[in-house]
């Protein structure tokens, strides 16, 4: 997809990191802007700030969890631009803690946001690219599902934020070849991004109320978690814009692994080395032994 002026963006999680520059690099190139965040007063502040600078843009608080929620989102997309042209399915959060410790409301959360929410933008907006493509032979569509680099390794403490990302990978990569089957006009790309300065260490601000009680005290690995994910963002070393101009640069030359920082690739090939030679995984903390001695007392463990 290389045809980006007056075309339409439907971005989900668009109110903050990722999807926030998402939109403000799609205004730079004259799209015309659907965001959609859980966070009303955030969502607010984007929409304002992208119209003040002249965009074209409109806002709808979304749980993309919620089929009917996805579903208001596209009609409010089609009533408003009458086509979709580039989809980010962006949302997500990032809880922790150990996988047997880990609620149902936990994985209800996690999946729902992380998983569900890309199914649903997939089931509801995909007919409508297809059927846009097929009555204009001029129309270019592009799906970007937003998984990790988490997708493809496993970090311990990360079960559920790993799981769901890595069937946000496992269902892109299927879409790839479903979309293959049926239309040269609608591509898509899986964006695997490692730790980047954005708020979703903080992602538990938007779990809703029968998500589970907010007052209950978390559990010593669910704590660990967190400061490993704090501790990694604090870190990051390229910024959510950075990233939006690696996936813009992708959907122009319509590749489909999106990988902001290459060099965390190294932190996959040994997953797939053990699974080849049919080996045990191997400690993720390899090379790092202060590491994992930290998590192990974090835990209580002696």
Known sequence: ??????????????????????????????????LADIEQSALDATVAELQAAGATVIGRRTDVSKAADVQALADATMAAFGKVNLLFNNAGVAPGGLVWESTEQDWDWTLGVNLHGVLHGLRIFTPLMLAAAAADPGYQG????????AGLTAAPTFGLYCVSKQAVVALSETLFHDLGLVSEQVKCSVLCPSFVATGINRSQRNRPADGGSATTAPSRSQLAAQAMLDRGIAGATISAQDVARVTFDAIRDDRFYIFPQPQSLATVQPRFDDILGMRNPRDPFGGHPEIRAAVIAALGRN
């Open 1 to 34: 997809m290389d045809k980006f002026r007056d075309s339409v963006a439907v971005i989900t999680g668009g109110a903050s990191g990722f999807g926030k520059e998402f939109a403000r690099l799609g205004a730079s190139l004259g799209m015309k802007l659907v």
């Open 142 to 149: 592009h799906i970007v599902n937003t998984a990790s680099m």
